[in-house]
């Protein structure tokens, strides 16, 4: 199984991008699948994560701003931010938890894409 995350990139404060994470490999099914960011000399964070019923969660920071959703068909999680903010750069990661049978399930993590927001 193999995530493979895009859409990172340099965009000025208020601005907008949409981050992309697709899922490949021998999957039965996603279980959720989210967003994390670490900025430098911070630790990891949760930034969103959405479950296979489509159930969301979002930090405060992000909360209004950000929104996650997934297209189970494409095994392919968005997150669509908009409003950005300097203290949003980061690298982004993405996760998921995936089932390649029905006995076993997994979390896998995608490589990171950076986001830079300047002022």
């Known amino acids: 199984v193999q995530l493979q995350a895009s859409g990172g990139g340099l965009v000025q404060a208020g601005g907008s991008l949409r981050l992309s994470c697709v899922v490949s490999g021998s999957i039965f099914s996603i279980n959720r699948m989210g967003w994390y960011r670490q900025a430098p000399g911070k630790e990891r964070e949760l930034v969103a994560v959405i479950t296979s019923g489509s159930s969301t969660n979002y930090a405060d920071s992000v909360r209004g701003r950000f929104t996650i959703s997934m297209d189970n068909a494409k095994n392919t999680a968005y997150l669509q931010m908009s409003s950005l903010k300097r203290e949003d750069t980061a690298v982004y990661y993405c996760?998921?938890?995936?089932?390649?049978?029905?006995?076993?399930?997994?979390?896998?993590w995608g490589q990171g894409t950076l986001v830079t927001v300047s002022s």
């Open positions: 996760n998921a938890e995936v089932r390649r049978n029905i006995f076993r399930r997994d979390d896998y």
